[in-house]
Every structure is written in structure tokens, then in C-alpha cells.
């Protein structure tokens, strides 16, 4: 059986203030994203990353779990929640984002 999806999404935005504004979106994305008109997704935590050498430039992380991989790419493509706060992302974010997910099934 397979696990659940854990997505994990790092952005360079370098305006505290728009750092918070994105937080904004994931605070409200787990209740406002919809499917089939059912909240889908299963937990969103997002914040500022903590300075560190390491971080190669990323300021933000989120951490979105899924319950299948249909799910997520639903997220991706069809979401209208995903769409607004994509489309705010790429007014901020600067240079390369990443997106790493994994099936939580062991």
C-alpha cells in the first residue's frame, strides 16, 4: 500500500514582508484548497528558514502531505488555491525554487 506524499517546496524570496504574505496562503491552503469539493490536502507547515550556511540562498520552506500522488499533481494542476499562491510566488521569489517529494511508505 502506499504512504502518504510529503512535498517539500524551498523559495529565495528576501522580503520578510513577502515571506509573511506567503505564509498567509499555506496558513489557509490545507482548508481552502478543494477537490471534488472536499478539503484534500492532509497537513501544510510552512515558515522562514533559519539562516544558515547551508540554505544556499532559501529563506522560505513549506512541507505539504498528500494522500496519493494524484492528489499532488491535482494540486499542481488544477488547484485554484495552488494557482493564486503560485502566481503571488513568482512576483517575489528569486532564482531557482525546488520541489522534492517522497512516498512516506517504507
Keep these: 500500500m502506499a504512504g502518504q506524499i510529503h512535498r517539500v517546496t524551498l523559495f529565495k524570496i528576501p522580503n520578510r514582508e513577502d515571506q509573511e504574505r506567503l505564509l498567509e496562503f ?19 507547515t510552512a515558515g ?10 532559501f529563506t522560505f520552506a513549506a512541507i505539504s502531505v498528500f494522500s496519493s500522488v494524484d492528489d499532488m499533481i491535482y ?3 488544477e488547484c485554484t488555491a495552488h494557482a493564486e499562491l503560485k502566481a503571488f510566488a513568482k512576483t517575489v521569489h528569486k532564482g531557482a525554487m525546488m520541489v522534492y517529494f517522497e512516498n512516506g511508505a517504507r
Design 75 to 77: 494540486y499542481d494542476n
Design 26 to 44: 499555506y496558513k489557509h491552503m490545507q482548508n481552502k484548497a478543494v477537490k471534488d469539493g472536499k478539503p484534500y490536502i492532509v497537513s501544510v
Design 48 to 57: 522562514e528558514a533559519k539562516p544558515d550556511q547551508r540554505a544556499q540562498g
